[in-house]
């Protein structure tokens, strides 16, 4: 299943967290369903106790971008702006672009170990 990351903006604050979900409708949906916005927005005055898919108004593709979108959500004067990207996780990152990286190197010139640089025999 797609492991989605998200950056949640309320107010002037961000946090970011990440979930799994088929579906970019799917990752909001379990996003709302669970506490991580909840317990940041904590208890500021006038803000929701929850939100739901109703209070969804802009679920778009980010331009020019492949697997990030934007969406805004609101209620009674108060807005959430979410940035998601369905992430590539290490297992599925293909070993030829990864060893075609610079070398990257420790304090003193020592390479620092790359486990995906090489082929699997």
């Not at 009674?76 to 672009?97: A, D, H, W």
Request: hydrophobic content about 40%; aromatic content about 10%.
């Amino acid at each position: 299943m797609p492991l989605w990351s998200l950056v949640v903006s309320v107010e002037e604050a961000f946090f970011t967290t990440q979930l799994r979900a088929r579906t970019v409708a799917r990752a909001i949906g379990t996003f709302l369903e669970g506490k991580a916005l909840y317990q940041f927005i904590g208890r500021r005055k006038g803000w929701p106790r929850r939100f739901t898919g109703r209070d969804v108004f802009v679920l778009i593709p980010m331009d020019g971008l492949r697997n990030a979108y934007l969406c805004q959500l609101g209620r009674n004067g108060k807005y959430v702006s979410i940035v998601l990207v369905n992430t590539v996780t290490e297992k599925q990152t293909n070993p030829r672009f990864v060893a075609d990286a610079p070398d990257a190197t420790r304090p003193g010139g020592r390479p620092v170990p790359r486990r995906a640089a090489q082929p699997e025999r």
